[in-house]
Each structure stands twice: as structure tokens, then as C-alpha cells.
């Protein structure tokens, strides 16, 4: 089955907040545009204040900004799922905000942000800082974790620092602007931190247009950000695509960034229809302005064959599991293909505990637009299907397609992100070595599925000790063409720890944009970033927040509310005892 690459088109959410009316978006925008100067006036010290509000205000609306999402999503407040509303939203707004106070205490102290760990350079010549954990508490919280942020060609461990905080150097040439940010409708968090992301790293004034599948989230996000709107340097607005398209058409607006579709996005910068098309097609655009953007991935996992123990095909079912029921599956960075060697002997096992892991998943309901169409689309496209959970008329069950043809590049599987509860296996025909497997792996994920915001590797310990394979998943690692690359991780960890960098892999053109342009989180203020590398245990000790049968997600997550707005050790208790519950 053939289908146009990309995302499919999503109905609009339905509005519950009026649209703000023309006239007020008008005056907003001449507002916030005479306030440009202004902004870029604001010093360190006021800003780390503002930042410090920000922080402040998340935590006192926190309690209500879930609860808020779990009606919405409609998920128990008190039941552990609800650990995902407080840490993909509260908790990574705090900790947005708090990592950027500590860049700007340090760039006010030493001219740039503080690189935690070492700048190392690899083989062949690329830099890469070692941004996480970022402090002791980090350490604490995720033992055994790490994140890089790797270089662009050219950078060295000389020249690194001249590439960081460029709004923030003495000589600086600093550009008074209003960036439009279109907010996602999926996780809270996005909206908030692509703002302070434009604001305090890319030194512009913002409007922020919510998006109306969770556009409910907007009047907290007004009293988290009412030090920035109380001073004019910060707006948010509601409606749907047309006031996203005369926010993004006023001449007050200098830039726009969007987290969402590539389908929307080609509809902001060509315009819709057939027209649209052709503007695309010669690469004629009717949007002139800066354009930044997340849009979203056919997100691959590959598996690298090992002698796996039944707890090793247990918890991997449930961890590959876990990327996708995250959130009911509306996630860019879900799990939709997972890669297999066809002979691996463990193949069918592996398949059969990512089954049981999903049986074991409550239902979720389908809270954004479309996703029954969309779920019935991919439940067609292929006979060997596994369901789970309920199948009535608007429900969506979790769906493994699994013995799909790795060498059909066109299928839906492939091509189409599918934004629903529904992810695909493809098993590589190979019968060369692990090794050879790997470079074929790393190739169909690169040449094969679509787009390029994050991949994941797993990888057996014992698997690598051996010194070929070791060679192999490293050279895997600096192959990958994707913002951001998991070892043994969810690569969703790449967007949570907000010091990594967080976008497509660079260089996609605006007639074929893939996952999209620019970054966002990278704290510590990179210019020249090429991708983020995230590592971690292949069997952690403790059960991680994605894992649906995880007790004390709730708890733990309220916890990191507190500890990302005022690290202690007082905030760090309660946390590690409901970890070890979970």
C-alpha cells in the first residue's frame, strides 16, 4: 500500500476558548512588536527574575494544569497515569526555566553557560560536550544515564565556547524581533518551552497561539508566564488555522516556529490545495519569513540481536511497550517501527512480550482528532496484526504490525507517521552477522522510514563486549541521521532533559522538510549543534516513568515538581521511596 509521505492530516480540535477576535490579535502584535527593544534591553539579573517567576508560577498552577489535562484526556488524576501529565508538563516547564537560570548565572559570571561534563572529540574529528547529567541531583535521579550534544563539522574544543549564547556575547548583534509560536496539542510542556526557548536563547519577543486540542492549558500558561505578559514581551492567543495563518501573515510577526505537522506546515509556508503543490513542488514559497519547526517522525528502534534473558524479553517488551502507549501514542517521538534481524532466535519471543506488555496497558481514549481514521488506515494495511485492548466503534486499540516487508520503502508502515495507538515491526531479510545487520539496520532507518527527529539502539551488555559489535553500534551512533539518538533509552529522554538539544537532524530544505528545522531546550545555548546522543542502562533497577504498569508514576512525577523547582535533598526523599515502590 502506497501513501504520501509524512503525517496524515489531522482534523482540527474543536475550540471550547473563543478565538480572539482580529482586532485584539491586531493590537497584540503592535504591542509586542514595540516591545522588541525593550526586551533586548532586559539584563541577566532580570531575567533570571523572570525566570524565576516562571518556575514559581508553574509550580503554584501545577495541581490545577493537570488536573485540567487529565480531564481532558480523560485519565484518573489520582491513578499513576497521571504521572505523565505532571512530568510532560509542569515539571519540564520548571526545569526548562531552572537550567536556563543556571546558563545565565553562569554567562553573567563567565561570559558563557557551563558545560557539566567533558568536551571530548571522537575519531573522526567531531566535538561533543557531555551535557547530562547536569548536576548531582541528575546523578542521583538518573544513575547511569548520560547525554551529549555532538558538533557540526568545523567546531573543536578551541572554538566551542565562541559558538555558545550568541544573543548574550559583548560584540552581539542583536536583532529586535516577534516570533509567532504555534503550540502543540499533545504535551503541555511544548508550548511553554518552545517560548522560552525564542525568548531567552533566541532573544525574541512571542505570541503564543494555542492549539485547540489543548488550548485548555492556556490560561495557566498565562498566570505561568504573567511576569513576561505583565510586561509586554509575551501574548497568548487562541483560535485554529485561520488565526494561525494571519498571526503568521502580519507584518508585525518577524519569525515563526511550529510544533506539529509537516502537512501544516506546508500549508503556512505554500499555502493549501493544488496551488500549494505547485508552490512546493518549485519551491516557491508564499511565507518569506524565518521558519522553525518540529514535525514529527516515523521513530525506528533497533534491536540488535544478543542472548537475552526471559527478564531481559520482559522488560524490553514492556520498554518498547512504553514508547508508544506514552501518552496514548499522540507522541512525535512514539515507537512506530521496531527493526529485527529475521533469524534472530529471540525474534518471536521478543514480539510476544511487547504483546503481553500491551495486553497488560489499560485503554487510553483517543483524545486527539482523527485517530480512529487513522488507526483503521494502519489496522488494513497488513494481515499480521495484534490487538489489544478495545476495538468498539471510536475506540483504539493497541496495534502491533508486525512481519511487514522491510524491502516495500513505500509502505504506510514506512512512509506515514501514524499518530495513534499503532506501531510496526520489519524484520531485516539478512542472514550476515550481527555486525552486518547493525549497517543494515542503521541504513533502512536513515534511507527507509520517514523522517529524522529521534532513533533508538538497544543493545544486549554482553553483546558488547564483543569488540566488533562495539565498533559497530559507535559507527551506528555517528551514522544516524536524526536529532537525537537513544542507546538503550527511550529517545523521548533526548526531549525531557532540556539540556540536550531537541529538533530534526539539520539540513532538510523547506519543499521537503521532513521533521523540520532548528532546535529547541539545548539550555545550554549551542549554535552550532548537530545532534544529541542519550545513553543508558539496558535494564534499569528501577522501573521507568513510560512503563504503564509503573505504580507510582503520579508520585513520582508530582515529586519532580519540587525538585525541579528548588533542588534539596528534602525534595529528593520522597521521590527515590516512591521509585523504589513503582
Not at 68 to 81: N, R
Not at 95 to 106: P, Q
Not at 315 to 321: L, M, R, T
Not at 379 to 393: C, L
Request: aromatic letters at 8%; glycine letters at 8%.
Amino acid at each position: 500500500m502506497t501513501t504520501p509521505a509524512g503525517s496524515i492530516t489531522k482534523p482540527e480540535g474543536a475550540s471550547q476558548i473563543p478565538p480572539t477576535p482580529i482586532d485584539e490579535l491586531k493590537a497584540t502584535l503592535e504591542l509586542l512588536s514595540s516591545h522588541r527593544q525593550a526586551w533586548l534591553e532586559v539584563d541577566i539579573d532580570e531575567r533570571i527574575a523572570l525566570l524565576q517567576s516562571v518556575i514559581d508560577n508553574a509550580v503554584e498552577v501545577g495541581e490545577a494544569w493537570v488536573r485540567a489535562a487529565c480531564d481532558a484526556k480523560g485519565i484518573s488524576f489520582d491513578e499513576p497515569v497521571a504521572g505523565e501529565e505532571w512530568h510532560a508538563g509542569p515539571v519540564l516547564t520548571a526545569r526548562n526555566a531552572r537550567l536556563l537560570i543556571r546558563s545565565l548565572e553562569a554567562i553573567k559570571a563567565t561570559g558563557t553557560p557551563a558545560i557539566p561534563g567533558p568536551i571530548t572529540t571522537r575519531p573522526n574529528g567531531q566535538t561533543v560536550a557531555q551535557v547530562f547529567p547536569v548536576d548531582n541531583w541528575d546523578k542521583v535521579l538518573w544513575q547511569g544515564y548520560t547525554g551529549q550534544v555532538w558538533m557540526k563539522p568545523g567546531i573543536t574544543p578551541g572554538n566551542l565556547r565562541s559558538t555558545m549564547a550568541a544573543a548574550y556575547q559583548p560584540n552581539a548583534i542583536r536583532n529586535p524581533e516577534l516570533t509567532l509560536v504555534l503550540g502543540a496539542g499533545n504535551i503541555s510542556s511544548i508550548a511553554p518551552t518552545d517560548t522560552l526557548y525564542k525568548m531567552f536563547v533566541e532573544d525574541a519577543v512571542v505570541v503564543l497561539k494555542m492549539n485547540p486540542v489543548n488550548e485548555y492549558i492556556g490560561p495557566f500558561l498565562e498566570q505561568v508566564f504573567a511576569g513576561l505578559i505583565g510586561r509586554d514581551f509575551m501574548s497568548v492567543v487562541y483560535g485554529g488555522a485561520d488565526v494561525g495563518a494571519y498571526l503568521a501573515s502580519n507584518p508585525n510577526v518577524d519569525s515563526v516556529h511550529i510544533t506539529g505537522s509537516d502537512k501544516t506546515h506546508d500549508a503556512i509556508v505554500f499555502g493549501s490545495g493544488t496551488e500549494g503543490a505547485e508552490r512546493k513542488k518549485a519551491n516557491e514559497p508564499l511565507l518569506t519569513k524565518p521558519i522553525s519547526s518540529e514535525l514529527g517522525n516515523v521513530s525506528p528502534v533497533i534491536v540488535v540481536p544478543g542472548p537475552w534473558s526471559e527478564r531481559d524479553l520482559a522488560f524490553q517488551g514492556e520498554n518498547i511497550a512504553g514508547m508508544l502507549t506514552h501518552n496514548a501514542g499522540f507522541n512525535c517521538i512514539a515507537t512506530r517501527i521496531v527493526i529485527t534481524h529475521e533469524k534472530w532466535n529471540q525474534r518471536e519471543a521478543l514480539l510476544d512480550a511487547i504483546s503481553d506488555a500491551l495486553q497488560a496497558t489499560p485503554d487510553r481514549r483517543p483524545y486527539y482528532p482523527g485517530a480512529r481514521e487513522r488507526w483503521e488506515h494502519f489496522q488494513a494495511s497488513h494481515p499480521s496484526v495484534r490487538t489489544h485492548g478495545d476495538q468498539a466503534e471510536g475506540a483504539v486499540p493497541w496495534t502491533l504490525i508486525h512481519d511487514l516487508d522491510s524491502e516495500d520503502p513505500e509502505h504506510s508502515c514506512f512512509a506515514v507517521e501514524a499518530f495513534t495507538g499503532v506501531f510496526g515491526e520489519a524484520p531485516l531479510k539478512s542472514e550476515r552477522s550481527v555486525v552486518s545487520y547493525i549497517r543494515d539496520a542503521v541504513r533502512f532507518a536513515n534511507e527507509t522510514t520517514w523522517g529524522t527527529l529521534g532513533a533508538s539502539l538497544i543493545v544486549h551488555p554482553k553483546s558488547l563486549k564483543d569488540p566488533e559489535i562495539v565498533a559497530a553500534v559507535e559507527q551506528a551512533v555517528t551514522d544516524l541521521r536524526y536529532g537525537t539518538v537513544g542507546v538503550n533509552v527511550w529517545v523521548g529522554l533526548g526531549f525531557a532533559f532540556m539540556s540536550t538539544t531537541w529538533g530534526a537532524f539539520p539540513g532538510h530544505p523547506l519543499n521537503d522538510i521532513q521533521s523540520g528545522r532548528g532546535i529547541v531546550h539545548n539550555t545550554l545555548m549551542f549554535d552550532q549543534a548537530e545532534k544529541s546522543v542519550v545513553r543508558g542502562p539496558f535494564r534499569q533497577p528501577l522501573k521507568p516513568l513510560w512503563f504503564a504498569s509503573n505504580k507510582q508514576s503520579h508520585n513520582i512525577a508530582r515529586g519532580l515538581v519540587a525538585m525541579e523547582s528548588d533542588p534539596s535533598g528534602m525534595a529528593l526523599a520522597p521521590i527515590l521511596g516512591a521509585a523504589i515502590r513503582g
